[in-house]
Structures are given as C-alpha cells and as structure tokens.
C-alpha cells in the first residue's frame, strides 16, 4: 500500500496571502495524483488530477504540481471560502487507492 | 446535473450487515466507475473501493473479506454491503464517480452517516 504523507498538518494563512501544501508518497506514483477541499459537513470536491490539471470550475488561483514522489498544491491568494481542509489521492496503485491524512487550512 | 444520492439505515446493530445505496441521475452507470469511500468521525478519507457496471470490482485489502459491491443497471444505483461490523465501521460512507480515462473522483454524494451501535 502506498502511503501518502501531507504536511503541514495546520497551516495557518491570512485572507489574501499565499499557501503552500506538501504531499508525499512513500514510492512513485507518477502524476496520479489528485487534490481535494473538504469544508465541515460536505463532500469533499475535486480540485486537481493528474498532478497538475484543474478540474472544471475551479479558479485559477489554484495550482498543483510534482512528479513522482513529490507534490505540492498552491493558492495563490486566500479567499474566505478556501479555508478547509485539502486532501491528496494517489491512484496509480491499486487496490487501494490512498489518502493523505490531510492538512486544515486555517486563517490567521 | 449528475447527483449521486446514498441511502440506507443510520443505525446498525454489531456483527451484522451494512447496506447501502447509491442512486446515480444525469448520466448512465455504463460510463464510469463507482467507488464507495468513507470518513471516521474527525478522520480522513478512506477508499473501500469500486465498482464498474459491467460487475467488475475492486476492493481495499483489509475489508476485502467483509465488503461486496452490486449494481443495478436497470435502476442506476451501487450498492454497498459490509459484513459484520464493529463500531469501527462508524462513519460518513460516500459515493463518487471515477471517469474511466482521468483519474481523480469528480462528482460526490452527500454523503450518509451509519452508527455503528447496540
């Protein structure tokens, strides 16, 4: 089973300000790798697949990237509605398809 | 609009068996995979695994033994069933879809809560 490892657990970011959120994988999974934001009480929603590709309807202030064993997910200027908690996924070995364990958005 | 609506008892008793529905509108069944995921209270994500409509199925390695996944081609709906569970099992169980050339689950389910509990 491939384990997925997100850091920070809580980041901290003032509305407007710049975030930064790591995703590692313990061996290579390519560019299958997606991203997802999960607010209190809701389903978690897409953000990105194949590593850097944005999913319909989300805005450009945010972007992904990474290769391998290494990602990372950028929002380049906070908006209220963007604090929440961001999980990754790979999906290049199965069974199981795997999650990190997440990193809460908080503001600041 | 594609929705994905689960559906099933709140409550279930120890050792017996969960059983849920996934009823998929705005698009055929035919097109996509299905998987199942859920989330522990104040946990994250964990992927119990999948279902294409042809019956071909694959699950996460440690409920492999418990879990059986169906669908219904005539009522456009998944199924979800785990057998014998413990308090373990408590959690919000999601549907989504996977589409079959991208990775990444792109449409969800609001999700249902199961209780595991005497």
């Known amino acids: 089973e491939i384990v997925m490892t997100q850091s920070p657990a809580t980041l901290s970011v003032s509305p407007g300000e710049r975030a930064t959120l790591s995703c590692r994988a313990s061996?290579?999974?390519?560019?299958?790798l997606a991203w997802y934001q999960q607010k209190p009480g809701q389903a978690p929603r897409l953000l990105i697949h194949?590593?850097?590709t944005r999913a319909t309807g989300v805005p450009d202030r945010f972007s992904a990237s990474g290769s391998g064993t290494e990602f990372t997910l950028t929002i380049s200027s906070l908006q209220s509605e963007d604090f929440a908690v961001y999980y990754c996924q790979q999906y290049n070995k199965w069974p199981p398809y795997t999650f990190g364990q997440g990193t809460k958005l908080e503001i600041k | 609009q594609v929705q994905l609506q689960e559906s099933g008892p709140g409550l279930v008793k120890p050792s017996e068996t969960l059983s849920l529905t996934c009823a998929v509108s705005?698009?055929?069944?035919?097109?996509?995979?299905w998987l199942w995921i859920r989330q522990a209270p104040g946990k994250g994500l964990e992927y119990i695994g999948y279902i294409y409509y042809s019956g071909s199925t694959s699950y996460h390695p440690s409920l492999n033994s418990r879990v059986t996944m169906s669908v219904d081609t005539s009522k456009n709906q998944v199924s979800l069933k785990l057998r014998s569970v413990t308090a373990a099992d408590t959690a919000v169980y999601y549907c989504a879809r996977e589409r079959l050339t991208v990775g990444g689950m792109d449409v969800w389910g609001q999700g249902t809560t199961v209780r595991v509990s005497s």
């Open positions: 061996q290579s999974v390519r560019s299958n």
């Open positions: 705005g698009v055929s069944i035919r097109s996509y995979y």
């Open positions: 194949d590593a850097s």
